[in-house]
């Protein structure tokens, strides 16, 4: 996260005419450091802040005694705590990197939305073609600018993917907490939008066949031919990218999930509220507007405890002696006595499936999974094999490496694998 | 089939119109562990034992669904109605709240505002000792307890409620849809 250090040039005079000067990390934090509650205050305040707002939260919160408001004013504007919003204006804004840093230390954060994460997906698909063309051509620049590209996206990915989740369990536990301050519509449609439109668009680009995976996986198969074919010397930030990739593909989704499993109760139980209250409110309304006798046939819950005198009655009789005369007799279904002991296959490979984490558990270390697989299992058909591959490959509890070198062969009950070692660990 | 435990006190208190349950002990456990028996037992009867998902057992039929409702349940309608608008509109969650609290007639917000004073008037409920009456009515229909000490709660039947505000609320934003997502129709020729 950047901090603001440069220095103001002679001519960009801030508002109040105050003096250009240099901005050294230390004057900047030993300032924030001692105006805390005031920065937060105004960070908090959405929108623009006007400077007769920005004096008064000084009064308010800065004492008096060690600093006049005029200097702690000043201060805010040389260490460019507040920036005009428009050149001239008296309305101003937190800079964008401290009003980072506040969402950062006060664990709050904004959902990201889908289009942000389509914008990253597209930068990633533009590298990626970049690096393409760098290989290809031999242009060790272009490369290292593409991959270059490559972590600096992946990284705001991730950052705003972790954002989304903070969001979320920000507005499940403002829920929890405070459950009396706005109506059950409004925090219905709280939860209810940042399910629709953040988590669950978000789940369906991040999913193992959406969007991102394919371009992660593209991108890793260029970053992969940069380093193979030599064109690109730096392979610290190649295999950077390779880990982040990696980490990206298992953290994105899972994070995604989280977020889903803490807003779906709420999500569920809103709902229903919802309706009942709107249900109630449409009713009343109706009231006024229907004859009295239409508004109970269409509102009234038909709860009167009418009693059975004498079942059954002649309807129920006659129903009873017409099915029995208008319909043949049916012969009882013939029952197999015989067992044959088949376990239904489907069953067995999910029983397999469940168990393999801690059959892999006990040999861990392993440095040749597939090899694992094959050799333990080898009546495991490909298919089989690829499934258990994945189940472990996305286990949270392990950790995945994918070594670089020659593909292998790994053969199975019905065909061969092909794939390059990939070793398991805890994680 | 007739050797369902306690089939004589289930159908008694059932064909009286009562609800069977968790306040009915041995009642309600015997129809939770065999209700797909008791549904059979009486199918044949012209009576269907309904399971609530909330877990309370009633009996319906087909002659009390083509009955109007009693013009007495109107008045508890907008009762309930105003009081599950009320609480949502103070942010509590409804089922939660009217369900787990005790209430006082002279504490509920029906009488405090023109506009449910006005629906109330509507169903020919002008004061607190009419409210009170009310409240004690739905006692006969299985829905509240009322003790002693002028304190009523909601029992789980009270959850049908619920269901019809829900069903009510569902079928409003069905017909919206519907609405809105009317196709364009052609052009007929028969108008020009």
Known sequence: ?427 | MNNLPHLKDVFDKLRSGAYITHEQGGLHATLAENYEAYKDYFEPLGLNLVRHPRDFFYLHTEAAESTPASAALSAVAVFSFVLIESTANEGKPVEEYLLSERFSVAGLPHLKSDRYKSHLRAVEIEDEASLRKLVKSMVRYGWVEYFPDDTFRFLRPFHRVFDKCQAISFAAEEETRSVLSTEPKGIDPEMN
């Open chain 1, 1 to 427: 996260m950047a901090v603001p250090y440069r220095e103001v040039g002679a001519g960009s005079t801030r508002a109040g005419g105050i003096e250009p000067m240099q901005i050294t990390p230390k004057r900047f934090f030993d300032f924030c450091a001692t105006h805390v509650p005031l920065l937060h205050a105004i960070a908090i305040k959405p929108g623009d802040i006007s400077e007769a707002h920005v004096r008064q939260l000084v009064r308010t919160f800065s004492d008096t005694a060690t600093e006049q408001p005029e200097t702690t004013w000043q201060r805010l504007i040389e260490l460019q705590v507040l920036v005009p919003l428009e050149e001239g204006s008296s309305h101003y804004v937190m800079s964008q990197p401290l009003l980072q840093l506040f969402n950062f230390l006060y664990n709050d954060a904004l959902p990201t939305s889908p289009e942000i994460i389509q914008g990253y997906i597209a930068a990633l698909e533009s590298a990626r073609k970049r690096l393409v063309i760098g290989v290809e051509a031999g242009d060790a620049l272009s490369v290292a600018m593409a991959a270059n590209e490559v972590d600096h996206t992946l990284r705001r990915m991730q950052d705003d993917l972790d954002a989304t989740h903070r969001a979320v369990l920000a507005e499940v536990a403002r829920y929890k907490a405070d459950r009396t301050s706005v109506s059950v519509r409004e925090r219905y449609l709280r939860i209810v939008s940042l399910m629709d439109q953040y988590v669950h668009p978000l789940v369906e680009i991040i999913r193992v066949d959406g969007l991102l995976v394919g371009t992660l996986d593209g991108t890793d198969i260029a970053l992969r031919a940069a380093r193979e074919q030599g064109v690109y010397v730096e392979l610290g930030m190649v295999e950077r990218n390779e880990r982040q990739i990696r980490v990206l593909r298992r953290r994105a989704i899972h994070t995604l999930n989280e977020s889903r499993k803490e807003l779906q109760p709420l999500y569920e139980v809103l709902r229903r509220s919802s309706a009942i209250a709107h249900g109630a409110t449409l009713a009343l309304g109706r009231l006024r507007q229907m004859k009295l006798e239409d508004w109970v046939t269409n509102y009234v819950v038909q709860a009167d405890r009418t009693s059975i005198e004498c079942p059954p009655t002649d309807a129920v009789l006659n129903r009873t002696l017409q099915a029995v005369i208008s319909h043949p007799p049916i012969p009882p279904p013939i029952l197999s006595m015989t067992e044959t002991g088949d376990t239904p296959p489907d069953y067995v490979r999910l029983l397999w499936l469940n168990g393999l984490s801690d059959s892999l558990r006990e040999d861990l270390p392993v440095k040749d999974l597939t090899g694992w697989i094959t050799s333990n299992f080898p009546e495991k058909s490909t298919s089989d094999a690829l499934l258990g591959l994945s189940r472990l490959l996305f286990d949270p509890s392990m950790d995945v490496h994918f070594k670089p070198g020659k593909q292998k062969e790994y053969r199975t009950r019905d065909g061969v694998l092909e794939a390059t070692t990939i070793s398991i660990t805890k994680a």
